[in-house]
């Protein structure tokens, strides 16, 4: 036990001495969010339809936006401005782990009790993280969306389900200013297993234009898929 606890301390002492912690927004010395920086995530206050961008009760899509192989509902914690901008891109390609850990620790209360509304709409969820291309995720060893889906999951115990495949390389979203670009760019990207459950709620890190989330569900929808909701950590 004795030994086991001093190779953990050395292993920690390792780690701090070879990847040493800064903030993610400010480059601030011993922390991966100093608290300057955690005022200035904004957390958003109200919900918007994906498709008309007008206010929906728990981002649902309206009626009038919505067609057969839609997103059905689109609900985010987070605007997506520079500091969160920053964040998540030191994100992809530091200690994920260590980071996702110390990040949620500093998400307000608040910013996740609407997640509740998914629990009351239905108990026959399931999650399924937005996959990453392989050269991607070998090129990272991590998908964010997963590290993302475990965290939401704590607050919505529903089964995080790996049925969406990402069969071709794309170039990135946020390289792409323009929307029909961005539209043609996901376009046939997925393909899935038979989906045997009727309600599924996507994740990812952002939401921009809509484009990946949107080709996503209409992919699950094709494959059996009742209603497909998005859950995202920001959205730009």
Known sequence: MF????MTIIVMFLIDLLFPKFCLGCGYIGIYLCQSCQDKLKPIALDTCLY???PSLFGLTHPNCTKK???DGVLVI????????RIIKNIKYRLAVQVWQEFYKIIEPQAVTKLGFYKRLSTDFVIQPIPLSKNKYNERGFNQAKFISVYFQKYLHFLIVDLLIRKKET???AQLKNKKTRYL???GVFTSLRCPYPNVILVDDVVTSGSTVREAAKTLKRAGAKKVYVLALAKG
């Not at 030994?3 to 001093?6: F, K, P, R, W, Y």
């Not at 987070?78 to 901008?85: F, V």
């Open 171 to 173: 170039t990135s979203q």
């Open 78 to 85: 987070y605007h997506y401005n520079p500091i969160l901008k």
């Open 52 to 54: 008309c961008k007008k």
């Open 185 to 187: 760019n996901t376009r």
């Open 3 to 6: 030994i086991t606890v001093i």
């Open 69 to 71: 192989l839609d997103v």
